[in-house]
Nanobody, 116 residues
C-alpha cells in the first residue's frame, strides 16, 4: 500500500524560509510517472491546492504563493519538495502532499506556523 510521509514543518518567523519533504513508499508503479501536489488547510478554512508538479505538463501554483514557493521532485528518492521563501503569517496551515497515479493518495500532514 502506498504511504506518504511529510516532514520539514515547524515554527518560523515572517520572511523566513522552510523546505517541506514528502517521501513515498510501497508503490507498485514508478514514482516518476505520478503527479505530485501540495495542499494546505488552516483551522476553519477550506483545504486549498498550493502547488502541483506533473511529469508531462510541468508545474502550477496558487496565486497566493507564486514567486515565493517552488515545487520540485527527486525521482531517485521518491520524494517531492516544497521550498517556501518569504513566508507570511497567512501561510500558517497544515500542509499535505498528494500522489496521483489514477487514485489520489494523501499524507498525514505537517504543520507550518509563521509568526509575525
Amino acid at each position: 500500500q502506498v504511504q506518504l510521509v511529510e516532514s520539514g514543518g515547524g515554527l518560523v518567523q515572517a520572511g523566513g524560509s522552510l523546505r517541506l519533504s514528502c517521501t513515498a513508499s510501497g508503490m507498485t508503479f514508478s514514482f516518476s510517472i505520478a503527479a505530485m501536489g501540495w495542499y494546505r488547510q488552516a483551522p476553519g478554512k477550506q483545504r486549498e491546492l498550493v502547488a502541483r508538479i506533473h511529469p508531462f505538463s510541468g508545474t502550477r501554483y496558487a496565486d497566493a504563493v507564486k514567486g515565493r514557493f517552488t515545487i520540485s521532485r527527486d525521482n531517485a528518492k521518491n520524494t517531492v519538495y516544497l521550498q517556501m521563501n518569504s513566508l507570511k503569517p497567512e501561510d500558517t496551515a497544515a500542509y499535505y502532499c498528494t500522489l496521483d497515479s489514477g487514485t489520489i493518495r494523501w499524507g498525514q500532514g505537517t504543520q507550518v506556523t509563521v509568526s509575525s
